[in-house]
């Protein structure tokens, strides 16, 4: 791959993520984040050429949303383009941008994800993906118990089960110093056990406390050219690679033909186009989608392409804390904050606060090189996108 | 598709979409809303910067972005048609039984019409530029119907 | 400078009233047998296609996440599957990009929609409008298109007679296009004696409601030039958003047409546009946007649509030789089945409606209540 030119995140904005946002409406809440991106770009309006947009609609049953949005979205007289592809739709607007910057279009680019999910009834529209015919009569929604079993055969009961709540507890604590996050709990490592037995349980051991939650809020990235990023920022997050695996919407009801994993399909094509060999040591962060605390702990072996119980150690070993030697999810990642449109957006936005040093609070105590931020969505979707602090290409 | 296919044994799985939703007005709507509901005035806000009052009122200026959400003025109950149409297919989220006139409407000091139903009229004797008033529902709903209709000035 | 841009190959079904024995991905495969044999591409990892872009809309497909149910067809085992959600010609403006970012080669672009799925079409549009203050009003894209009329009849010289002809040709122009077996001919007299819809709008003065899909094959110019002998450049794009509410708009000032005229034409380096085309595709949902639309792209001078009829200009301008809009295709895909026109013309294969010699055309999509969103793209061969 040769890319045309360089794209370099320069500006960042957030709403607050919570589960209720009766004081604004949809453009309105949209439009907080959008204000924050421009101001931490140092831009106005009318330095943006392009407003790329995206949702979910049946989330909240509004078609084509971003005509409505043009209220909040600052779209009016612009040029505009609207991508979705379900949980991944942050991280498929980022390379929509990425896109929309490095072909020449246009030099400045503002991508907006967002989800207002307390208006609309979540699990209900989920179970709207699934098939009519195949396979409406057995969605429950984004809930399964699969990984928690499949963890506690591999690992054994009681390790699995910690693990798991070691991975929220860790993640509670990170979001305890994200103010922006919707769930902030403060839990401490003395409630693990308790929590393992009285957490509601969802689907056999996934338990209330290790899901993500469903939140409100909006995100929005500015990314510019080489030229006017090098120029507007002291630095930049640069979009070095992203790679998006997805696959076929039914891929599990031939009985036991082995499941291909997307996350680790993804993460091998991006590390070989990008040249590394050891992601653990390479890599300096990662942000990444984590529906549950299972997945999460789950995931971080197929991410990071290990092999065993090497993940389960991360974890234990606090090797993913905020100032471990391989820090996950320092905003405190989806179990504490999830507008679904803008969930995976947010994953590359945090990645990219890091490499800036804008964290603020849950900056990590060392220099971002590079990091990695996924995406999850549909029937197992990955994108994986790569940022430097060098311009990369 | 070939156009011999046999549909003989094709079969239609009947499905529907009904989902709750729950939209918030937020704080600008709110208050457009219990202004109406309660005192039946017509609230907008102003952009200095673009030097328009616009209706319905909105948090942001679409033009230039800026804050509008303390920048209130009330506009007329009285206004002027500036365009309409004639609704006549029926349909299930339509407010009226067809024929119904949508007209955009220009309230007195504002500069952006709204779109709101026209009644207590006849459809052909509808003409732009004519003057009309909003006429208040009887019982509340919270919502923009809390003009009921507009229908023709008086006078 | 960015790569060039070709499409390489076009399929589409046909546009009927109800293919109700049909599932929307039946429509797509349909779509996309053709599109492999003739560019001879698979998903290999290596040569094959890079990224495939489905075209969809969650609200017309009453699927969340619609796309997640084209995974099967558009080959994303493993692969980059995208959906743009807006109107079909967006997938243009986005696989362009793609591939001139440099980060992949090939591209297959592939929209459906079966307006036939739903009870009604206007009630999909309808909630398109903002909850609080269009909603409760009964708004849908009708309606809205309605008041558009209205306010073009004022500001213009375009009477009934003029919008009679306009159906009456789309209907003659359908004949000769085979992916519109069923749509309806009207006489200008017929036409003209339909019943109002939404005054002034006439009822065979409004698209018709059909299922169909359509799709193609970008492709890097060298990739493209493999691939097949005349691939169609995309040598400009360009699109606009207005203002949602329509108070705040100038109905009649086609603000985001122009501006999303002037970015293609500037892109595709066209100074003056007019005598520039040898085929011109647009989407005219209504009668009244044929010439409303052909004014902003500049093409028609201004408020002189009516005499642009009267005197042939569609038919010397070889405008919607496929029948157009009218003759039929589902609302999301119009733009992207309007480029997918042009390019057969290019291409030279449009059958009976082929176009001697024709090398530069310019296909046109429209979203949004009273055309809130324009595209437009500029493709052109050797």
Not at chain 1, 7 to 17: F, L
Not at chain 1, 317 to 332: C, H, L, R, T
Not at chain 3, 141 to 150: E, P, R
Not at chain 3, 269 to 277: C, K, Q, S
């Amino acid at each position: 791959m040769k890319k045309n030119r360089n794209v370099g995140i320069i500006g960042v904005g957030q709403s607050v993520y919570s589960s209720h946002r009766e004081e604004v409406n949809q453009p309105e809440m949209i439009n907080e984040a959008v204000v924050e991106a421009l101001e931490s770009a140092g831009l106005t309006i009318d330095d943006v050429d392009c407003i790329v947009h995206g949702n979910m609609e049946l989330f909240e049953m509004v078609h084509q949303p971003d005509l409505w949005h043009t209220l909040g979205t600052g779209a009016l007289g612009k040029e505009s383009l609207r991508v979705t592809t379900g949980g991944t739709t942050g991280a498929t607007l980022v390379a929509a941008a990425d896109h929309l910057v490095a072909s020449g279009l246009h030099d400045v680019v503002l991508a907006i994800g967002f989800e207002k999910l307390q208006e609309g009834h979540t699990t209900g529209g989920i179970t709207n993906m699934a098939d009519p015919l195949w396979g409406r009569q057995l969605q429950t929604g984004a809930l399964t118990g699969m990984t928690a079993a499949q963890m506690i055969e591999e690992f054994g009961e009681e390790r699995a089960k910690k693990v798991a709540m070691k991975y929220r507890i860790l993640m509670d604590q990170h979001a305890m110093k994200n103010h922006k996050a919707h769930r902030r709990l403060g839990l401490s490592p003395d409630q693990a056990d308790e929590l393992m037995e009285n957490s509601p349980q969802l689907v056999g051991e996934l338990r209330m406390i290790h899901m993500c939650s469903q939140s409100d809020g909006a995100c929005a990235m500015v990314f510019a050219s080489e030229e006017k990023a090098t120029a507007l920022c002291d630095q930049p997050a640069w979009i070095k690679d992203h790679v998006t695996a997805h696959r076929e919407e039914m891929f599990c009801i031939f009985g036991d033909a082995p499941v291909l994993s997307t996350h680790r399909y993804a993460a091998r094509k991006l590390y070989q186009r990008c040249g590394i060999t050891n992601p653990r040591e390479e890599i300096d962060l990662f942000e990444m989608y984590d529906p549950s605390s299972w997945w999460g702990s789950d995931w971080l072996r197929e991410f990071l392409l290990l092999e065993g119980d090497e993940h389960l150690k991360m974890i234990e070993n606090d090797e993913i804390a905020m100032d471990g030697a391989f820090p996950v999810n320092p905003s405190g990642g989806v179990i504490a904050s999830n507008p679904i449109g803008a969930t995976a957006m947010v994953r590359v936005a945090e990645a990219a606060l890091q490499i800036m040093g804008r964290a603020g609070e849950h900056q990590v105590p060392k220099t971002v090189n590079q990091a990695l931020a996924s995406g999850f969505g549909g029937t197992m979707w990955t994108v994986l996108t790569l940022l430097t602090r060098q311009v990369p290409w | 598709m070939p156009s011999d296919f046999d549909t003989s044994d094709c079969y239609t799985i009947p499905g529907k979409l009904a989902l709750p939703y729950t939209y918030f007005a937020g704080r600008v709507g709110s208050r457009f809303i219990t202004t109406l509901r309660d005192r039946h005035k017509i609230m907008g806000v102003r952009c200095d910067h673009c030097d328009m009052v616009l209706v319905p009122p909105r948090q942001t200026c679409e033009r230039c972005l800026r804050d509008l959400s303390d920048q209130w003025c009330e506009v007329g109950t009285r206004g002027e048609v500036v365009n309409y149409t004639v609704v006549r297919y029926p349909d299930r989220h339509q407010p009226r039984p067809v024929p119904f006139v949508l007209a955009m409407i220009r309230l007195e000091g504002a500069d952006t019409p709204i779109v709101h139903l026209l009644e207590e009229i006849a459809p052909e004797q509808v003409v732009i530029g004519m003057a009309v008033e909003a006429v208040f529902a009887v019982k509340t709903t919270a919502t923009i119907r809390d003009i009921d209709h507009f229908k023709p000035c008086d006078s | 400078m960015a790569r060039r841009v070709g499409i390489c190959a076009v399929a589409q079904t046909t546009y009927q009233r109800d293919k109700w024995h049909e599932r929307f991905q039946g429509m797509a495969l349909e779509v996309l047998e053709p599109l492999l044999e003739k560019t001879g591409l698979d998903f290999s990892e290596e040569q094959g296609i890079g990224m495939s872009i489905s075209v969809s809309d969650d609200v017309f497909d009453a699927r969340t996440i619609s796309d997640n149910a084209m995974t099967d067809v558009l080959g994303a085992h493993m692969r980059c599957e995208e959906k743009v959600a807006q109107e079909g010609i967006q997938a243009l403006y986005y696989g362009l990009a793609a591939i001139q970012s440099g980060h992949v080669d090939v591209v297959l672009v592939l929209g459906h929609c079966k307006e036939s799925q739903g009870k009604s079409r206007n009630m999909v549009t309808h909630l398109a409008f903002d909850p609080f203050y269009t909603r409760p009003v009964g708004l849908d894209f009708t309606a809205a298109a309605g008041m558009q009329a209205q306010a073009y009849a004022a500001a213009s010289d375009v009477t009934d007679d003029h919008l009679a002809e306009v159906v009456a040709r789309a209907g003659r122009m359908a004949r000769m296009n085979p992916a519109t077996p069923e749509t309806a001919v009207y006489s200008r007299e017929e036409v003209l004696a339909s019943p109002m819809l939404a005054d002034p709008i006439r009822a065979h003065h409004a698209y018709p409601v059909s299922d169909g899909a359509v799709g193609m094959i970008l492709a890097a110019e060298d990739r493209a030039r493999d691939i097949c002998a005349h691939p169609v450049w995309i040598t400009g794009v360009g699109n606009c958003m207005d203002s949602f509410f329509l108070g705040d708009r100038d109905l009649t000032s086609n603000f985001a047409l122009k501006k999303a005229a002037a970015r293609a034409y500037r892109r595709a380096g066209i100074d003056t546009p007019r005598d520039t085309f040898d085929v011109i595709e647009i989407s005219d949902q209504y009668a009244y946007q044929q010439p409303m639309w052909m004014e902003g792209l500049g093409l028609v001078d201004e408020g002189r649509g009516g005499a642009w009829i009267a005197g042939g200009g569609p038919d010397a301008m070889k405008v919607n030789r496929s029948g157009g809009m009218l003759a039929g295709n589902p609302l999301l895909l119009g733009g992207l089945v309007r480029a997918a026109e042009v390019s057969l013309q290019l291409m030279g294969q449009a059958g009976d409606r082929q176009v001697a010699d024709a090398r530069r055309g310019l296909a046109h999509g429209v979203m949004g209540p009273a055309g809130q969103f324009h595209a437009v793209a500029i493709l052109e061969r050797d």
